[in-house]
């Protein structure tokens, strides 16, 4: 194992350099975004006429010292050329690089296997950004709340509703100071609805000692089921049976790092009161794809399209999209290449992906329509509003649980006038017949 | 010639309709329900028509004053102060029905068919007996009462089966009659039923005889019915190639059957039939898509709404992209918003939907 040559903090007396690391996951990880991720890996999914990694990068592009990115996940190289090879068109001065994990080492511990990569340039802290999250991303905040703090490392917090706050990563902090007192991930009962966004700023001169002595902890003895609170002392020793992550060489962020943070008392958390949603689902994309559009159109964004009486922003229209002047497209649409929209049709809270025809008069709401379908004309394809604050993506009907947002996958077709509810469709599907609250295989 | 028209009680079953029309005057096929038998009745020869109700609104003696000129018969109501069943109404009415001594007809009001009543009254005189029911055909007997013929008669009754288990027949009590005036002496005026008591007493006397009806027969009393009701109506005038229907040759009209009020006005691109009725100032905006419904007089249709199997009540409003299907039944001034869904909704008269409606429901 390398030792570690951490340099000093700002060092060469110069302004303090700042990295960034997205963290992608890779193509086992993303099952519970089938059916679309089937066809495209997650990350490279597009809501709001931008890829989710996109979102993340953009956002750190904001910020003029980061002139180094890293993707860490394990998806083949491939997948991430055409997205690199574009941004680093768009932003020259930005050095975008993939490193590969050829397993699956845990968020913490793909971190410390490029600990080199990272740390060369001696860079005095860096942001790391999962992926698979949706927010306003206010990495400017985060950076001035660390100096300020003089922190080892800031996570960026939001508030949930108490009871969907013990599905997340739970904060307790000073209310006053900001300082994190406790983390937990997922605790059995309610300790803060104050949750973990999954954004993080870290120094690098603590934050892989870190990892390292969690590592070192681990050899030595078995992984917490959860760190110790009186209610799981009876299964603290008892590894959760089928999962692979128990490997020891995994070690994640959320369970083996953030908590032993929380004893230093340099980490910090910044509240965010923007939205943030995080997109696990396929179904987690039209909301995701309503809160960046939102962004968008409160930034007053020249891709969106122009308001009108058929119009109803925000919408997102690819340019060389074709849509009949009498479709009543808005709110929270994006409308991909190459897809032709019919008269009189009818779109909101949807993407529609690449290359889909809808025909005159169909109606599409709360869902996403996969690349190359054909919705035929009168057809109507429906899901169920959830609520803004509302986390989940799975409603209750008839006392059975559905997926709120209807998903057909990559080249399925929706008959004339056939109505669609409540479904997600594997790829290649004619849906010749009303279908409701049911997965087509 | 004489008749009955049985029409007995406020039509609950064909609510939320009959809370703003009594029955016989909601619109099948753009006329009264009641419209049909009368004019059958008056075309037969009929010049007297009783019409058996338990209650007598308003709205419906103005209607029937209107009906005695334009059809040249005289229409009285038999109010029945309890309600009598099926037979006692008859003896009611026995002053005009036993006037003289010519057979009189009875109909039940909720029974749509070709009403073939003066081939009836031939086949009646022809063959002497004391009455005549027409029977019609069906798929399912065990659902009914079937009519079972003497061994040696083509015509003759032998007996009825309430909805026998094995198969003696497919033939059914169609709701139409002949009778003589003698079968007066055999009612009393008490609640009786015709089919349970007074028939199986004529049967015994071997007075009691059976038409087939040919061609379509629906007792249309409630929407489901209402709706094939109507869809065979359509057809049968189709069949006649009646002048009532819009001309296939209009570019809107897909699979025919589609009967359209002169004063109703139709958008651009729109997909309708087969099997639709749209009434008097009906409004269907562009790009609708209608199929086996009925729109009663004064309903809005908005741009692109999808609509079938629905019976859409009067005053009614449908919204942009709504979709109405499987038996959905708006009452008078129900306006449905723009994006729902409904199914099987049956709303009450003047609700607002503002939500789907996504199972069989009444919204009151």
């Known amino acids: 194992m390398a030792t570690l040559q951490v340099p000093l903090r700002g060092h060469a007396g110069g302004a303090p350099t700042t990295k960034a690391v997205i963290l992608v996951g890779g193509p086992s990880r993303g099952t519970r975004f089938r059916p679309l991720s089937l066809d495209l890996p997650k990350p490279l999914f597009e809501v709001a006429g931008h890829s989710i990694i996109d979102h993340c990068f953009s956002a750190i592009t904001k910020i003029p010292e980061i002139q180094e990115v890293f993707i860490i996940g394990y998806y083949d190289e491939t997948v991430f050329r055409d997205f690199i090879k574009d941004a680093a068109r768009d932003h020259p001065h930005i050095t975008i690089k993939y490193l590969r994990e050829y397993q699956a080492l845990g968020t913490a511990g793909g971190l410390y296997h490029f600990r080199d990569a990272i740390l060369k340039g001696r860079p005095d802290r860096f942001f790391v950004l999962n992926a698979d999250v949706c927010c306003s991303f206010p990495l400017q905040s985060m950076l001035r709340l660390f100096e300020e703090k003089d922190a080892e490392a800031v996570i960026l917090g939001t508030r949930v509703p108490d009871e969907a706050a013990t599905n997340f990563g739970c904060i ?91 004893d230093n008392r340099q980490f910090f958390v910044l509240e965010t009161k923007d939205f943030w949603r995080q997109i696990k689902t396929a179904g987690s994309a039209v909301p995701a794809n309503a809160l960046y559009l939102m962004k968008a159109w409160q930034s007053q964004s ?60 169909a109606c599409i709401l709360y869902s996403i329509i996969g690349w190359s379908s054909r919705i035929g004309a009168w057809a109507r394809v429906e899901g169920t509003p959830t609520p803004v604050r509302e986390h989940s993506t799975s409603v209750v009907k008839n006392g059975v649980k559905v997926q709120s947002i209807t998903i057909l996958g990559k080249e399925c077709s929706v008959g004339d006038e056939v109505r669609v509810q409540n479904c997600v469709c594997l790829p290649f599907k004619d849906l010749r017949r009303d279908v409701a609250n049911e997965v087509i295989m | 010639m004489k008749a009955l028209i049985l029409v007995g009680g406020f039509g609950t079953r064909l609510r939320p309709l009959t809370l703003t029309l009594p029955k016989p005057l909601v619109e099948f096929g753009n006329r009264p329900m009641i419209l049909h038998q009368i004019e059958a009745l008056a075309n037969a020869g009929v010049t007297d028509i009783v019409l058996a109700v338990n209650y007598r609104p308003e709205i419906m003696t103005a209607a029937l004053k209107k009906y005695e000129k334009e059809y040249n018969v005289k229409i009285e109501f038999s109010v029945e102060t309890e309600p009598l069943g099926t037979a006692g109404p008859l003896k009611l009415a026995e002053k005009i029905l036993g006037k003289d001594d010519a057979p009189f007809f009875v109909l039940n009001s909720d029974v749509i068919c070709d009403f073939p009543l003066k081939e009836m009254a031939a086949f009646h005189k022809a063959h002497g007996g004391e009455g005549t029911i027409a029977v019609t055909k069906v798929e399912e007997p065990s659902k009914y009462g079937v009519i079972v013929h003497k061994p040696d008669h083509p015509s003759r009754i032998d007996r009825f089966v309430e909805k026998p288990i094995e198969f003696v027949g497919n033939r059914i009590n169609a709701g139409i009659y002949i009778l003589n005036p003698t079968v007066l002496n055999r009612i009393e005026l008490r609640p009786t039923s015709i089919e349970q008591e007074t028939f199986p007493a004529i049967v015994k006397d071997g007075g009691l005889h059976s038409f087939d009806l040919e061609g379509f027969w629906m007792d249309v009393g409630q929407p489901k019915d209402f709706l094939t009701g109507t869809c065979l109506y359509l057809s049968f005038l189709t069949k006649k190639g009646s ?38 100032n009906v409004v269907v905006g562009d790009g609708v898509r209608l199929q086996r419904c009925v729109l009663l007089a004064g309903t809005k249709v ?7 199997s629905t019976i859409v009540g009067w005053n009614s409003t449908v919204g942009r992209w709504a979709r109405l299907e499987n038996v959905s039944v708006l009452g008078d001034d129900v306006t449905v918003g723009d994006e729902i869904y409904c199914n099987g909704a049956s709303v009450l008269p003047h609700k607002s939907i503002k939500a789907n409606v996504e199972a069989p429901s009444i919204i009151m």
């Open chain 2, 302 to 308: 908005k741009e692109h709404a999808w609509i079938k």
């Open chain 1, 172 to 262: 307790v902090s000073d209310a006053h100071s900001k300082r994190v007192l406790h983390y937990v991930e997922k605790p059995e009962s309610r300790i803060s609805n104050l949750i973990n966004c999954g954004v993080y700023l870290f120094a690098t001169e603590t934050i892989f000692p870190s990892i390292r002595s969690a590592m070192k902890r681990r050899a030595d003895r078995p992984r917490l089921v959860s760190y110790p609170s009186s209610d799981a002392l009876d299964s603290y020793h008892v590894p959760r049976s089928g999962d692979e992550e128990e490997k020891t060489e995994v070690i994640r962020l959320e369970q083996d790092i953030l908590s032993d943070l929380a």
């Open chain 1, 302 to 361: 020249e891709e969106l399209a122009k308001p009108s009486a058929n119009i109803l922003p925000p919408v997102f229209i690819h340019p060389t999209a074709t849509v009949d002047p009498t479709a009543k497209l808005g709110p929270n649409v994006s409308i991909g290449p190459r897809v032709t929209i019919g008269a009189g049709v009818r779109i909101k809270e949807a993407i529609v992906l690449e290359d889909v025809e809808v025909r005159h008069d």
């Open chain 2, 243 to 280: 002048k009532k229907l819009t001309p296939t040759s209009e570019p809107f009209v897909h699979g025919g059957n589609v009967m359209i009020d002169p004063t109703a006005t139709i958008g651009k691109n729109c997909k309708i039939g087969p099997n639709v009725t749209i009434g008097p």
